[in-house]
């Protein structure tokens, strides 16, 4: 949509005025025009999502030089999601018009300051009058409805208001949008899911290795290097900047995402002094790079012969305790996706009561059990960590209360 009509006023000119005039650019996913119709295309583009530039309100009522006629200029600033998060006035040095909070299915709940229920009082002067909003989409504040070009969405019900017109033969429910999972994922025109935002700069390549002559390729490394612009598939990114390795299993856009898991050593107080095999608590930490963390350790004996399982996303320093890494081996850093589904196995221990038998199964040894069995999964390793690189893990550290 360019402009906006107002086809009711009766204009001197005998041409409708224009009520706004809208300037766009890139979507989410670096192109411009809408996306393929097809199953196999809609997600090639992301429907101009995220590529609203600016917005021109000439602020016409029809009549020809007008005196009381004020032209405003704004323009968009958005979320990861391709969501308007702000207008701002860039002929105003920069002054905020609009600003909008939404709940995951695009509800409009802020901000509001007072608490009063009322986003609108402290959302800024042009907030209801600018009706592009979630997911950069026309909305209608009498009926509510987003326009996506092909369906209506409702942002009260969380859903389409018509069935997908594809009629998605692996979808139980043809009106649900975005697969019920709007936090990360967009759907650009009513048909087809995508996910919202795609790194063209930098590629991910995912080569294999034969252990031995002859043996069979299992995974080896993942390494992200810079691709130029021309290319249109990180395979060929991969292909053509490292001509050299071979085995190259998978290609994907954005940067490897690795986690780091490593057996920490706890020194336990004084009395111990700095002995660091005798006496030391140890817990595995696992770090990655979209955001996972997990700290996991048993500690305080719940009755005789029993330890309980902690799971923290932060740790709790202790006064006159002070961390130190394992001398061996004990750090590697793994794809996230191979990592996953035994975070997951880790988490669900959680509260959980463990035999506690020194030398046997205590802390030290829950710790290196699991960090085994992180280290015997056939994951791709990054091959730029050091031994330096993986004691550096960054945890924002608090005291208990």
Known sequence: MLL????????????????RKYTWGLDLAGQSGEPSRDRQGA??????????????????????????DVERNYVYFYDANGNVGQLIDWENDGTLVA???YDPYGSVIGPDTDEDGEWQDDA???ATENPIRFSTKYFDDETALGYWGYRYYSVQMGRWLSRDP????????????ADNGTSNAIDALGLQVSQPAVDKSQACCYYKRRSYWLGPLKPSVALTITCPRHFSSPTECCKCCLPKRKHLAKASWGACCFCTVQVQK?????VFGSVWNVGAHE???????????????????????????????????????????????QAIRIGCDCAAPLIKQLKALKGKTLPYIIVVSDCRHFARRWFKRFKDLSCYHDPNATKQSLKNVDFPKKKPK
């Open 4 to 19: 906006e009509l107002d086809g009711l006023a009766e204009g001197g000119t005998g041409v409708p005025p224009v009520i």
């Open 43 to 68: 997600g090639q583009s992301a429907g101009g999502i995220g590529g609203l530039l600016a917005l021109h309100d000439p602020d016409d009522d029809g009549e020809p030089n007008d005196p009381n």
């Open 99 to 101: 600003r909008y909070e």
């Open 124 to 126: 800024g002067p042009y």
């Open 166 to 177: 594809l009629g998605d033969p692996d979808s139980e429910n043809l009106y649900v949008y």
């Open 266 to 270: 706890l020194k336990v107080g004084p």
């Open 283 to 329: 817990r595995l930490v696992v770090v990655c790079d979209n955001g996972e963390r997990v700290i996991a350790e048993m500690r305080g004996t719940v009755n005789a012969g029993m330890d309980k399982v902690e799971i923290k996303d932060v740790p709790v320093l202790n006064p006159g305790r002070e961390v130190r890494i394992w001398d061996g081996p």
